[in-house]
């Protein structure tokens, strides 16, 4: 299974960029996607994740209420609208999917990692 993870760049704070997580397929009949981030020399973290059913999703406090993420069906996509962006969102994101109609904010359960793509956000 490959994950591609794109649509990061810069920006300066206080605007929005669209991440956006694509598969070719999607290799179970119910799976679960999340975002990750990893700032600059620190460990990777939590962002967002959604179930195979949509309004099953999960946020971590430092980005809710800013960032939304979304399943776009008809593109096998998810995507993650990052609102009101700040330096510290600053990271290479990752999105990752797991087996399973159950989302998770948990690195291990994620079978399937995308490459990364970098955000920087300068104020």
């Known amino acids: 299974v490959q994950l591609q993870a794109s649509g990061g760049g810069s920006a300066q704070a206080g605007a929005s960029l669209r991440l956006s997580c694509a598969t070719s397929?999607?290799?179970?009949?119910?799976?679960?996607i999340a975002w990750f981030r990893q700032p600059p020399g620190k460990d990777r973290e939590f962002v967002a994740s959604?179930?195979?059913?949509?309004?099953?999703?999960d946020y971590a406090e430092s980005v809710a209420g800013r960032f939304t993420l979304s399943r776009d069906i008809a593109g096998n996509r998810e995507l993650l609208q990052m609102d009101s962006l700040r330096p510290e969102d600053t990271a290479v994101y990752f999105c990752?999917?797991?087996?399973?109609?159950?989302?998770?904010?948990?690195?291990?359960?994620?079978?399937?990692w995308g490459q990364g793509t970098l955000v920087t956000v300068s104020s």
């Open positions: 397929s999607r290799p179970w009949s119910s799976y679960a």
């Open positions: 990752a999917i797991k087996r399973g109609s159950r989302h998770s904010p948990l690195m291990g359960d994620y079978e399937y």
């Open positions: 959604i179930g195979f059913t949509e309004h099953n999703k």
